[in-house]
């Protein structure tokens, strides 16, 4: 791996900087457990696009999150810049963006803070920060303003940025809101709402491809029903039609017909609809037979290709 490759990280090698408490209740989770044998860096960020939908640091007390499992899990890895790049700029899940944030602000050389987060503090891309009754929801853009504000995470406490370095992100943060909006919004801010509805973009089509997908398993599956059923529904179809045609036909001719013509369609009615009712008898009696022979058929198969 190339030098301008391999991110300048700092503090703890072990924990990732983590608090305490965090860190051993990751080692003890059993879903942390888990992940033992997801081994790329692919492998976990589907893991985050499948499972992440919080960036909290606790779930139940104490108890490790999910989010805060996988960045633990990332830190193994070691990641490269490029890696990193494409996690804050993913454009599928903005909690992989989250996470990738996480890791730059947990182990992340202090002085290069600004020049990954900066640029992002703007952004609009919409994130659930804590679930419950009232979920905390955010913006990418605040929650990197947060980082690179505040030592504080939603109970957990993030790695201490030295006084003078956290100065200075503090005067590039008001320098940056002041010229903002003295222009009335910058050209930068404009692009990265434009790059944030373009991912949301990217979601809705992907959202929209596994509905696709999903109808497309649907119509697998009622063609797959058995041949009894479809006999079934296309017989009660059949005289479902037949019903509604004969009744509308009926009450036309109701409305003319003499006591004598309505005593003699009575009868013709009732004689129909005995033979009717052997007909659907016998189609049954027909299906019924068709659908164990089927299942003799299938049984002997399964039977011989055993032997």
Not at 17 to 38: R, W
Not at 42 to 60: S, W
Not at 118 to 141: F, N, R, V
Request: aromatic residues 10%; positive net charge.
């Amino acid at each position: 791996m190339g030098d301008s490759n391999r991110l300048e990280t700092w503090g703890n090698e072990t924990n990732m900087n983590f608090n305490p408490i965090i860190y051993q209740n990751i080692l003890a989770s059993p879903y942390f457990k888990s992940l033992y044998d997801k081994k790329t860096y692919h492998e976990i960020v589907d893991e985050i696009y499948n499972e992440v939908y919080t960036l909290e640091p606790f779930v139940k007390g104490t108890t490790a999150s999910t989010a805060f499992c996988l960045l633990f899990k990332l830190w193994t890895q070691r990641l490269t810049v490029k890696q990193l790049e494409g996690m804050i700029d993913h454009t599928d899940s903005p909690y992989i963006r989250g996470i990738g944030f996480l890791y730059l602000r947990y182990v992340c050389a202090p002085k290069q803070l600004w020049d990954w987060l900066g640029p992002y503090i703007d952004d609009e891309e919409e994130i659930d920060m804590t679930h419950g009754a009232k979920p905390t929801k955010s913006t990418i853009g605040k929650l990197c303003r947060h980082l690179l504000s505040d030592i504080k995470f939603y109970g957990t406490m993030l790695p201490r940025i030295p006084v003078p370095i956290a100065r200075e992100i503090e005067k590039k943060i008001a320098d940056y809101d002041r010229e903002s909006k003295g222009r009335g919004g910058a050209k930068g801010s404009d692009d990265r709402r434009s790059s944030g509805r373009e991912r949301s973009n990217s979601r809705d089509r992907y959202r929209r491809r596994d509905d696709s997908r999903g109808s497309k398993y649907e119509k697998d599956r009622r063609r797959s029903r058995s041949p009894y059923s479809r006999e079934r529904s296309r017989h009660s179809s059949r005289d479902g039609s037949r019903h509604s045609s004969r009744d509308r036909h009926r009450d036309r001719r109701d409305r003319s017909a003499s006591p004598r013509d309505e005593f003699d369609d009575y009868q013709k009615r009732s004689k129909q609809d005995d033979e009717r009712r052997r007909d659907r008898y016998s189609d049954r009696s027909r299906d019924r037979s068709y659908d164990r022979s089927y299942r003799r058929r299938s049984r002997s198969r399964d039977y011989d290709r055993r032997r």
